[in-house]
């Protein structure tokens, strides 16, 4: 397709690809399932689901009959085989989440794995995803952005999840920060947050997307912590938080790097880390740890 030219328009298929489709499903609004996607999960011998209830009243209201696979954490591991020999046997099935983009903080990344290294085809029928439709509302830049999925509801092994994203940061990343969570962890996730990457932090509170009550609320960390502390919210959430703004490194600031950098491993690998850290010119942080080291006794 040249530059400028419309999209392909193909009529929907009449029978499902070969192998394996990863077919995502509306997030809230049913209107959002494409032709393409209701096409394929009607033509394909099986449509492998996190909860058999809920695609299958999906795809009820369609009128579309399937037969339905559970499949989800706690049974992918032993499923895998079944599945294989399936398609390896001439069916094609469909991997639907209960919501948005299967595989995105959902069943199905060890299938596909599997299905790669065993040589089976594998599609993909895009369509929504919670991430994507928060950051793009979010009002914070787009890209680039890392995708956390759920941190960790325990708060000393989520503390720890956002002090590492934290020294990642302070490494050099730049970058919008996407996540989910549940409704009953929200407030304490976004304390949280802002203890770790600083209260003043700019964020953005997505929930229900999609929706009859979607609604963003957008302000700094601290101020969405102490909203949802005494509003409980609703629904289905993402937390969409800016990048960490550029640090200056002060002299004194620089030495303790290097020092703490040097104690551990050679001199010249030191000096590219904390480079790398700071942003500072290579040059300058080799000759500032070449002084250090030469002043120790």
Known sequence: MANGDPPERAAPPREAPLGLSLVATPIGNLGDLSPRALAVLGAVDAVLCEDTRVTGLMLQ??????????????????????????????????LASDAGTPLVSDPGYRLVRAAIEAGVPVTAI??????????????????PF??????????????????????????????????????????????ALAEGLGGDRPGA??????????????????ELAGHYATEPARGEICICVGPAPEEVTGEADLDAQL???????????????????????????YARALELAAAQP
Do not use: C, W
């Open 126 to 143: 895009p369509g929504p995803n919670a991430a994507v439709v928060a950051l793009t509302l979010s009002g914070l830049p787009p890209h």
């Open 205 to 222: 509170v997505a929930r229900e997307l999609t929706k009859r009550f979607e609604e963003v609320r957008r302000g700094t960390l601290a």
């Open 259 to 285: 020092r703490a950098a040097m104690a551990g491993q050679s001199l010249r690998d030191a000096a590219a880390m904390v480079a790398a850290a700071t942003g500072l010119p290579r040059k300058q942080v």
């Open 146 to 191: 890392v995708f956390l999925g759920f941190l960790p509801p325990k708060d000393g092994p989520r503390a720890a999840a956002i002090a590492r994203h934290r020294a990642a940061e302070r490494a050099g990343l730049t970058a919008t920060l996407v996540l989910h969570e549940a409704p009953h962890r929200l407030a304490e996730t976004l304390a």
């Open 61 to 94: 209201r369609y009128g579309v009959s399937a037969t339905l696979v559970p499949l989800h954490d706690h049974n992918e591991a032993e499923m895998i085989p079944r599945v294989l020999a399936r398609i390896e046997g001439g069916q094609r099935l469909a």
